[in-house]
């Protein structure tokens, strides 16, 4: 599976930013699909992750309430729709796919390109 992450971008406190991330392949809906984030100096976090088509959806807690993760099987793509944006959501973020679902960075196979998502205080 091949990954193309997109959306990230400049956004002010508060504000909000969708992310997308498409999959190339035919077994996308069997794949849990995650996003992860990496602020500079800091080790890849979990952000928020769909487990395969039964549509169970895991997030961390620092950004509960605030970010959505939804999928779309008949198109391949996973989005992260991030709202109330706080300038410590500043980092790259990744999509990343394997068969089961997991919060660990480690054990990903397969990883998208990143996308920088800058927010100002």
């Known amino acids: 599976v091949q990954l193309q992450a997109s959306g990230g971008g400049l956004v002010q406190a508060g504000g909000s930013l969708s992310l997308s991330c498409a999959a190339s392949g035919r077994s996308f809906s069997r794949y849990a699909m995650s996003w992860f984030r990496q602020a500079p100096g800091k080790d890849r976090e979990f952000v928020a992750g769909s487990s395969r088509a039964d549509g169970n959806t895991y997030y961390a807690d620092s950004v509960k309430g605030r970010f959505t993760i939804s999928r779309d099987n008949a198109k391949n793509t996973v989005y992260l729709q991030m709202n109330s944006l706080k300038p410590e959501d500043t980092a790259v973020y990744y999509c990343?796919?394997?068969?089961?679902?997991?919060?660990?960075?480690?054990?990903?196979?397969?990883w998208g390109q990143g996308t920088q998502v800058t927010v100002s205080s």
């Open positions: 990343g796919t394997r068969i089961g679902f997991s919060v660990e960075a480690g054990i990903y196979e397969n």
